[in-house]
């Protein structure tokens, strides 16, 4: 009997001792999602039911557990959010977030995620001049009010200078916020607001030390992204006397509210959102936001609810698509409010020039930003350089190295840790541009260079040659490309809405940079420059928010569906040498829209699109209810208990079309299948108009459009067509693609929307197709 009492003494001692492990267990963030309906009267403000809530739920574990005061840290709220969600982010343990699942209005919660965030020429490369088109007409973006989320700004930059901007408008709420060297007097009217978020991140990190803690930028991508969207025109600007010219922003006369979310200690959804919270109560227009989140659903994605809110207000949101290419199924923000953004490149190429000694000159790639002067200097072949105690013994000589299995990024440091006297690069890889930014002198060269090179080296005894760098090329062609590194869609969020929706330029795009941080590195030294050139989606994404506040300069009364509508079907399929574009990360074969969404951003076409394809709350509620989600996860986007999914499809007006034909290779099944879309477009365009579809052929597949004439008595009219598509259910290539187009008689508007058919599938499309 002893013997019982004693083990039931210590399996009641042991759980009593796990609860209390459970309770004192470190604390998470969550980001919890509660029912606003079920708000007590007593309360005037949502924050002080969630700080009651929090109290209720500290008091109650507290008395469940009933350890010494100092043992517990009771839950701490660290936002309270007005319009993104209805609900806070707070810090809890594990015992704390059980409780609060049983308090009343609690909807769901979700862990706080880590964030990751994804010009002189390129203003002009878009077609935008001073004397005609979308600049002059919307006055360059006058009174539209740019909202930034990234890492900061550094305000003395003369892209934000203000000595052309009139007074700020007058509806603008936000403010500027004092920190670690920022105060309000950094601001003008240019730069109308800054402020900064980081409470999740130190609750994540308490023993961080947040090195900055202000809106001041120490990063550089902030600068780079919000100076590239409304950067004030500078004269005189250059990286290292590569991209000589003038800078200017999408939008130089819009105005820029920077909110630092992203800090060098890390970045978390829960100042993320808190920070695009404060941007709809300050009174932004358009939200540039060059970051996002891998594999989350929608309704755990917080920039997808926190941007729906946003949409709800009129603000037109720009995201990047993430630089996770050139493989199918890696692009983020594949959210169906939004734009999402992938990157091409320009006509505008960096480079150098290597003059071998029998005085033939041979170009290649680089933004080495050295003074070097490296004349008549022996040259020597060495394979693959590999070799690094071979590659030592050479000396002061120029390597010429050949990559025959993608080794580059091997050779580069060999050379580099060789101490020769500069190394040329031959090389067919698709990213050689990421090893531009060389810390030693180097050319890169494609292997069409490479026979010249290599039969002057062998038919000479004592070979030399000359380099001679920070040459900048212009009209470069063909150009523009989708870049390797774009990821790519189908979305694995949303796969029904084709993404990404557009590509704008993102390649080596010149834009401001903090004075006081380093762009390179050449010797051991750092270099500083006030303006930089660097890649990604995060470039081509803010180059997208500034042409939709010029548009929005233009167009007041349009919805942030119609802009999108506009900047799709006007943007451009062929490049500029009318053939179509191509993609660098498929061996230069014609990009899909998978890469580049509908094509190449087209400001000037998009200003009188003449059709728009609109979409409501309504369409983008009864689209979540088509994905198959419960009513909890669709209210944690649209914030309302009352959702009606009596009408539900996935079939949204988008003005582009995503079939999935990867049916079952099962003697049962119909060899064929068909899938309808249908459209409804209206008419912007002044007058009576007839607009006729035509369709590219496709491979394999059958399109037709019914009715294929529309006519438009007057302005506003809507007219609805339906697209069909038929085709083998098992389909033989990955993707088929074509477009539908809509011209109207007389050729004065082309409205074109990107079809594609694939057989690439993910979880949602088996399960619902």
């Given at each position: 009997m002893?013997?019982?009492k004693l083990?039931?003494?210590v399996w009641?001692?042991?759980?009593?001792i796990s609860h209390l492990?459970?309770?004192?267990?470190?604390?998470d963030?969550y980001i919890?999602?509660m029912?606003?309906?079920?708000?007590?009267?007593?309360?005037s403000a949502?924050h002080?039911w969630y700080?009651?809530?929090l109290q209720s739920v500290?008091?109650?574990?507290r008395?469940?557990t009933?350890?010494?005061s100092?043992?517990?840290?009771?839950?701490?709220?660290l936002?309270s959010?007005?319009?993104?969600?209805?609900?806070f982010?707070?810090?809890?343990?594990p015992?704390?977030?059980?409780?609060?699942?049983?308090?009343p209005?609690?909807?769901?919660?979700?862990?706080d995620?880590?964030?990751?965030?994804d010009?002189?020429h390129?203003?002009?490369?878009?077609?935008l001049?001073s004397?005609?088109g979308l600049?002059p007409?919307s006055?360059?973006g006058?009174?539209v009010?740019i909202?930034?989320v990234?890492?900061?700004?550094?305000?003395?930059s003369?892209?934000?200078?203000d000595?052309?901007?009139t007074?700020i408008?007058?509806k603008?709420?936000?403010?500027c916020?004092t920190g670690?060297?920022?105060?309000?007097?950094?601001?003008n009217?240019k730069?109308?607001?800054?402020r900064?978020?980081?409470?999740g991140l130190i609750?994540k990190?308490?023993n961080?030390t947040?090195?900055m803690?202000?809106?001041r930028?120490?990063?550089?991508h902030?600068?780079?992204?919000s100076?590239?969207?409304?950067?004030?025109?500078v004269?005189g600007?250059?990286?290292?006397?590569?991209?000589?010219?003038t800078?200017s922003g999408?939008a130089?006369q819009?105005r820029?509210a920077?909110?630092?979310?992203?800090?060098?200690?890390?970045a978390?959804?829960s100042?993320?959102?808190a920070a695009i919270d404060?941007a709809i109560?300050?009174?932004?227009?358009?939200?540039?936001?060059s970051l996002?989140?891998?594999?989350v659903?929608?309704?755990e994605?917080p920039?997808?609810?926190?941007?729906?809110?946003?949409?709800?207000?009129?603000i037109?949101v720009?995201?990047?698509a993430?630089n996770q290419g050139?493989?199918?199924?890696?692009?983020?923000?594949?959210?169906p409010?939004v734009l999402t953004?992938?990157?091409?490149?320009?006509?505008?190429?960096?480079?150098?020039i290597l003059t071998?000694?029998?005085?033939?000159?041979?170009?290649?790639?680089?933004?080495y930003?050295g003074?070097v002067?490296?004349?008549?200097?022996p040259?020597?072949?060495?394979?693959?350089?590999?070799?690094?105690?071979e590659l030592?013994?050479v000396g002061r000589k120029?390597?010429?190295?050949?990559d025959k299995?993608?080794?580059?990024?091997?050779q580069?440091d060999?050379?580099?840790?060789?101490?020769v006297a500069?190394g040329?690069?031959?090389?067919d890889?698709?990213?050689?541009?990421?090893?531009?930014?060389?810390?030693?002198?180097a050319?890169f060269?494609n292997s069409?260079?490479a026979?010249i090179i290599?039969n002057y080296?062998?038919?000479n005894?004592g070979p030399?040659?000359s380099?001679?760098?920070?040459?900048?090329?212009?009209g470069?062609?063909?150009?523009p490309?989708?870049?390797?590194y774009s990821?790519r869609?189908?979305?694995p969020?949303?796969p029904f809405v084709?993404k990404p929706?557009?590509?704008?330029?993102?390649?080596?795009?010149?834009a401001?940079?903090?004075?006081?941080?380093?762009v390179t590195?050449v010797?051991?030294?750092?270099l500083?420059?006030?303006?930089n050139?660097?890649?990604?989606t995060s470039?081509s994404?803010?180059h997208a928010a500034?042409i939709?506040?010029?548009?929005?300069?233009v167009?007041r009364?349009?919805?942030?569906a119609?802009i999108?509508?506009?900047?799709m079907t006007s943007?451009d399929?062929a490049?500029?040498?009318?053939?179509?574009?191509?993609?660098?990360?498929k061996h230069n074969?014609?990009?899909?829209?998978l890469a580049?969404?509908a094509g190449?951003i087209?400001?000037?076409?998009?200003?009188?699109?003449?059709?728009?394809y609109?979409?409501?709350?309504?369409d983008y509620?009864?689209?979540?209810c088509?994905?198959?989600?419960?009513?909890?996860?669709i209210q944690?986007?649209?914030?309302?208990?009352?959702?009606?999914c009596?009408?539900?499809?996935?079939?949204?007006n988008y003005?582009?079309?995503i079939?999935?034909f990867?049916?079952n290779?099962?003697?049962?099944?119909?060899?064929?299948?068909?899938?309808?879309f249908k459209?409804?477009v209206?008419?912007?365009g002044?007058?009576?108009?007839?607009?006729?579809?035509?369709?590219?052929?496709?491979?394999?597949?059958?399109?037709s459009?019914?009715p294929d004439k529309?006519?438009?008595?007057?302005k506003y009219?809507?007219?609805?067509?339906?697209?069909i598509i038929?085709g083998?259910?098992q389909?033989?290539?990955?993707v088929?693609?074509g477009?539908l187009?809509?011209t109207?008689t007389g050729g004065?508007h082309?409205?074109?929307?990107?079809?594609v058919v694939?057989?690439l599938s993910?979880?949602?499309?088996?399960?619902?197709?």
């Open positions: 002893a013997t019982h083990a039931l003494y009641l001692s042991f759980i009593s492990i459970s309770t004192l267990a470190k604390p963030t919890v999602y029912d606003l309906s079920a708000m007590p009267k007593a309360f949502q002080h700080s009651a809530t500290s008091t109650t574990v008395a469940d009933n350890p010494p100092n043992v517990f840290s009771s839950s701490k709220l936002y959010y007005n319009h993104v969600i209805n609900g982010s707070a810090s809890l343990t015992a704390e977030l059980e409780v609060l699942k049983t308090s209005g609690y909807i769901s919660s979700i862990t995620l880590p964030v990751k965030p010009t002189t390129s203003s002009q490369f878009l077609g001049q004397k005609s600049w007409l006055k360059y006058q009174d009010i909202g930034v990234d890492t900061g700004v550094w305000p003395e003369e892209s934000f200078n000595r052309a901007m007074e408008p007058s603008w709420k936000g403010e916020e670690t060297q920022f105060n309000s007097s950094l601001c009217k730069l109308i607001g800054a900064f978020f980081n409470r609750a990190n308490p961080a947040i090195s803690n202000s809106t930028d120490t990063d550089g902030g600068t780079h992204t100076s590239t969207a409304a950067g004030s025109v004269e600007v250059s990286y290292f006397d590569y991209a000589v010219g800078a999408m130089p819009a820029v920077m909110y630092k979310a992203i800090w060098e200690e890390g978390f959804t100042d993320i959102i404060q109560i300050d009174g932004v227009d358009v939200l540039s936001m996002g989140l891998d594999g659903p929608l309704y994605d920039l997808a609810i926190a941007t729906f809110a946003a949409i709800e207000k009129n037109f720009s995201t990047s993430g050139p493989f199918f199924g890696t692009l983020h923000n594949g959210i409010w953004v992938a990157a091409g490149t320009m006509d505008r190429e960096f480079g150098a071998l000694g029998s005085g033939v000159q041979v170009k290649g790639s680089s933004l930003p003074n002067s490296l004349s008549q200097v040259v020597v072949f060495m394979d693959d350089c590999l070799n690094l105690t030592k013994k120029i390597v010429v190295c050949q299995n993608e080794s580059i990024s091997d580069v060999n050379i580099q840790n060789a101490k500069a040329v690069f031959i090389s890889i698709d990213n050689s541009e990421s090893f531009l930014h060389s810390s030693f002198p050319i060269m069409k260079n026979d290599l080296i062998k038919s005894s030399k040659a380099m001679e760098f920070r040459k900048t090329d212009l470069v062609k063909p150009e490309t989708a870049t390797s990821s869609g189908p979305s969020s949303c084709l929706d557009i590509m704008a330029p993102g390649d080596l795009v010149l401001a940079w903090p004075s006081k941080t380093a590195e010797n051991s030294e750092l500083f420059s006030n303006f050139l660097i890649s990604g470039m994404c803010p500034g939709a506040a010029l548009l929005k300069g167009h009364e349009w919805s942030p119609a999108r509508s506009a900047i943007a399929s490049d500029n040498t009318n053939a179509p574009i191509k993609d660098s990360g074969e014609p990009a899909t829209p580049m969404g190449h087209n400001p000037n076409k998009a200003l009188e699109p003449g059709l728009i609109d979409a409501t709350l309504e509620v009864s689209l979540l088509a994905l198959n989600f419960t009513m909890t996860q944690t986007i649209t914030r309302s208990s009352s959702t009606n009596s009408v539900s499809s996935l079939d949204i003005p582009s079309f079939a999935f990867n049916g290779d099962s003697k049962s099944e119909p060899k064929s299948t068909v899938q309808e459209r409804t209206t008419n912007v002044e007058g009576t108009s007839t607009y006729l579809a035509t369709v590219t052929a496709m491979k394999g597949f059958k399109v459009v019914i529309l006519i438009f008595k007057g009219e809507k007219q609805s067509y339906k697209l038929e083998p259910k389909m033989e290539e990955e088929a693609f477009y187009t809509w109207e004065q082309v409205v074109k929307s990107p079809i694939t057989r993910t979880d949602n499309t088996e399960e619902l197709s």
